[in-house]
């Protein structure tokens, strides 16, 4: 079956870098758009970025572009999402999810504050 595990949250500073890893299994990973997601703590889910499985441009959420930068790498099945110059608004769990299916992981916390 489909599985998802994110890792790399933690506490940051404002201005600070994360960097979010997302190792997927039980599918062709290669043949399938992945997405990054958020759930703030009483905010509606929120999609942050989506990668494509061709050279098509990823897509961002306005909050995040020109900040958040989606990969992938299909010979380790792994989605990442660079996170630069974090803002205390981008405090949430972090989600991948690939377009295909409706699983998700149990993904991973990202604080940022002083």
């Known amino acids: 079956q489909v599985q998802l595990v994110e890792s790399g949250g933690g506490l940051v500073q404002p201005g600070g870098s994360l960097r979010l890893s997302c190792a997927a299994s039980?599918?062709?990973?290669?043949?399938?758009?992945m997405s990054w997601y958020r759930k703030a703590a009483e905010k509606e889910r929120e999609l942050v970025a989506t990668?494509?499985?061709?050279?098509?441009?990823?897509i961002y959420a306005d909050s995040v572009k020109g900040r958040f930068t989606i990969s992938r790498d299909n010979a380790k099945n792994t989605v990442y999402l660079q996170m630069n110059s974090l803002k205390p608004e981008d405090t949430a769990v972090y989600y991948c999810?690939?377009?295909?299916?409706?699983?998700w992981g149990q993904g991973t916390q990202v604080t940022v504050s002083s």
């Open positions: 990668i494509f499985t061709t050279a098509t441009t990823p």
């Open positions: 999810k690939a377009r295909r299916f409706s699983a």
């Open positions: 039980g599918f062709t990973f290669s043949n399938s758009a």
